[in-house]
């Protein structure tokens, strides 16, 4: 892949590397013993490592070139594994009832603990599918995502609290609320796009933090909310096993729902003009479709799910406070859809699995997790910047009417 | 054929210092091709945008008689409601929805005559799903009216130039106008692809459709048009037939500059 010449030039970069920092790598003046101590060694570490980055920098921007150009004659669109595996019900099916097998019996072969990790990456997998509605699909970078999980959270908590209303009777309310949010949030950042779109959402997700940290006759403040009960089941009395299996569970349905959902509203009329905002939003209003309406739906859309989560979050942990709910939360969330692959469902899916299961299983990392995490999204962005999974478009099939002539 | 669906008066439009409009009259009638032509700069595609709701004009009006129904004032109208209107466009710089599929683009331009929403998505009730199926139909009749059927199911951004140019007046089609803007359509085509082109407009013309267009082909221009609008800083210098317009002085000077006459 390196030639003898690109070789040459990377040696080349290396001695001019080396050269340039002898004076403060090498040479060092000890004023005691008034002497010059000559440290070689480290004109071969600068020597090494420029060589060895400056090759891994020629075979990037190499590969980079090739891609382009691949890209430019393929006129194609490519098929990977995953795709083909998902386009073949004869794959798919016994793929589908396996992984469905495996759900459902999982509570009966891990521990506890296994299942409530589970439990936390289901959460995530809803809370990746919801983002994606605005991030991947209508392509409205939100960076305050975690503020619809946090009003989820605290209905709970405090309509509880205040009223004693069940989980039951919380869980559509605190999605109707997220929902709610979601088009307060969307109102005055109509406007805005990419980056000034970010830090408008970012600004939202901190300042429902700083409100719930803050007004401690509302929230309680930092000390948060305690014995939030957890889900019932029909007026049964559950033992904590029992009540992780049925969350675990509940987390199952709720995935499924989020996957029929999210899908069948991706491949609407909808979900087209979501897209189409987020490829051209001048184009699209140009060919009639309402921005505002549009826009505020991704944001009500995408915010129910968190506010759903939420619910189920408050009832999970039985106690809330602002520190669950900070931007790293946003930033995971956001990762898991960038990661998985933006607008993909499986992609999410996939994605939530990984972020949120490998630390958990890598804990003997622990102290290197965020470094790791950071290196995964940056090679990420540099390999594969259209995620594990990319998104492929539906096809469509033509078929003539009745009575008309092909 | 002479009853007006467009009617422009005194449009103008500032940009700080600069007026890109100023003073312009311009009426399209029904069933008519009219096109604006003018050197680079003049305001041609600044016209567009102010009659489509893109830009909102500093002054003047813009009136539109759909066929059947009283006139409406566009000034202040958003784009999608120009286009509710009956009024559709293209562009210039073409501006496709990359990722989606050739079909997709198209279906996006039945946005505005379907009305399915969250529920019917989740639902998919048989409400929606005839209408899912209307929008697939009819978008496939208009690819295969542009020759694109073929690559219904391919992304926009793998087709030719030529070819996204035809998607995007297909696009633009969907919506079911009554007055179609086309700007530069021929721009960045080969003669044959041009070939093709005049002949789909003029299909279109034959089927009734009215047609506003911007070009730089004179060829194109001067074959298709009934009638011509000239343009030069924003202003309108000339109108009349293509024989008109060929042999109009002030035009001449406009596009072959102060020396054609030294
Ligand atoms: N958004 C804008 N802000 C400031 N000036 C603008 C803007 N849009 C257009 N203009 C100016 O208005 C004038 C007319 O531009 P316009 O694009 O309408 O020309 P055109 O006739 O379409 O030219 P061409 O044939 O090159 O497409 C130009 O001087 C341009 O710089
Ligand atoms: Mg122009």
């Not at chain 1, 904590?240 to 069948?264: D, E, G, S």
């Not at chain 1, 991706?266 to 699209?284: F, M, P, T, V």
Request: with cysteine; glycine share 8%.
């Amino acid at each position: 892949m390196i030639s003898l010449k690109e070789s040459k030039r990377s040696a080349l970069v290396s001695l001019w590397f080396m050269f340039l920092t002898f004076p403060i790598m090498v040479i060092k003046v000890d004023a005691i013993e008034k002497t010059i101590i000559w440290r070689w060694e480290n004109m071969f570490y600068v020597g090494f490592g420029s060589f060895i980055l400056s090759i891994f920098g020629r075979i990037f921007f190499e590969r980079q070139k090739n891609r382009r150009e691949k890209q430019l004659s393929e006129k194609i669109q490519q098929h990977n594994l995953i795709q083909i595996l998902l386009r073949e019900p004869k794959y798919l099916y016994p793929l589908a009832a396996a992984f469905f097998l495996f759900a459902l019996t999982f509570p009966h072969l891990f521990s506890t603990y296994q299942i409530n990790v589970m439990t936390t990456a289901l959460m995530y997998v809803v809370l990746g599918l919801g983002l994606n509605i605005v991030v991947g699909v209508a392509g409205l970078l939100d960076l305050g995502y975690v503020a619809f999980y946090a009003v989820g959270a605290y209905s709970y908590a405090l309509l509880n609290f205040h009223f004693g209303m069940t989980f039951w009777m919380v869980l559509p309310l605190g999605a109707l609320l997220a929902a709610l949010f979601g088009v307060l949030l969307g109102f005055p950042v109509l406007r805005l796009r990419g980056d000034y779109l970010a830090i408008v959402t970012l600004a939202f997700g901190e300042i429902i933090r700083l409100v719930m940290e803050n007004w401690n006759a509302f929230s309680q403040g930092p000390s948060g909310i305690s014995n939030i009960p957890r889900p019932g089941l029909l007026g049964f009395d559950l033992t904590l096993n029992q009540a992780i299996t049925y969350l675990y569970y509940l987390m199952i349905v709720m995935v499924l729902i989020t996957i029929f959902v999210v899908n069948r509203l991706q491949n609407s009329r909808l979900g087209r003009a979501w897209i189409a905002l987020r490829e051209d939003e001048i184009a699209c209003q140009a060919m009639g479709i309402d921005k505002t309406k549009t826009k505020l739906t991704a944001f009500a859309l995408g915010a129910t799910w968190a506010g759903l989560v939420g619910v189920i979050f408050a009832a999970k942990t039985t106690f809330i406070n602002p520190a669950s709910f900070t931007f790293l939360e946003s930033a995971i969330i956001l990762a898991i859809v960038v990661l998985g692959g933006m607008g993909s469902i499986l992609g999410v899916i996939l994605g939530a699995i990984i972020l949120i299961l490998l630390p958990e299983y890598l804990r003997a990392l622990s102290d290197y997790r965020m470094l790791a995490f950071g290196a995964i999204m940056v090679s990420m962005m540099v390999f594969r910047p259209q995620g594990l999974i990319s998104n492929v478009r539906r096809h469509y099939q033509y078929r003539p009417q009745k009575g008309e002539q092909e | 054929m002479s009853t007006p669906i467009l009617q422009v008066k005194n449009l103008g439009m500032r940009f700080g210092g600069i007026k890109a409009l100023d003073d312009l009259d311009l009426d399209v009638n029904s069933g008519e091709i009219v096109a604006l032509i003018g050197p680079n700069g003049a305001g041609k595609t600044t016209f567009f945008n102010c009659v489509t709701g893109i830009y909102n004009p500093t002054q003047g009006d813009v009136v539109l008689t759909p066929p059947g129904t009283p006139a409406i004032r566009l000034n202040g109208l958003k784009p999608n409601q120009v286009a509710e209107k009956g009024m559709a466009r293209t562009f210039q710089n073409i501006r496709l929805f990359q990722k989606m599929t050739v079909l997709e683009n198209v279906m996006i331009g039945r946005h505005c005559r379907t009305n399915s929403f969250i529920l019917g998505a989740i639902l998919r009730n048989t409400a929606t799903r005839q209408e899912e199926q209307e929008t697939i139909h009819k978008s496939y009749k208009i690819l295969q009216k542009m020759g694109l059927e073929k690559h219904a199911n391919d992304l926009a951004s793998n087709l030719s130039y030529g070819a996204q140019r035809r998607l995007e007046i297909g696009r633009a089609l969907a919506t079911e106008p009554f007055l179609l803007l086309l700007d530069e359509p021929a721009a960045g085509m080969n003669p044959q692809e041009t070939q093709e082109l005049i002949k789909l407009i003029n299909l279109l013309q034959r089927e009734g459709q009215s047609i506003l267009l911007i070009e730089h082909d004179m060829k194109l221009v001067m074959e298709l048009s009934h009638r011509i609008f000239v343009m030069d800083y924003g202003r309108r210098i000339a109108m009349g037939t293509p024989e008109e317009i060929r042999n109009n002085p002030v035009v001449i000077k406009a596009y072959l500059g102060e020396s054609a006459d030294a």
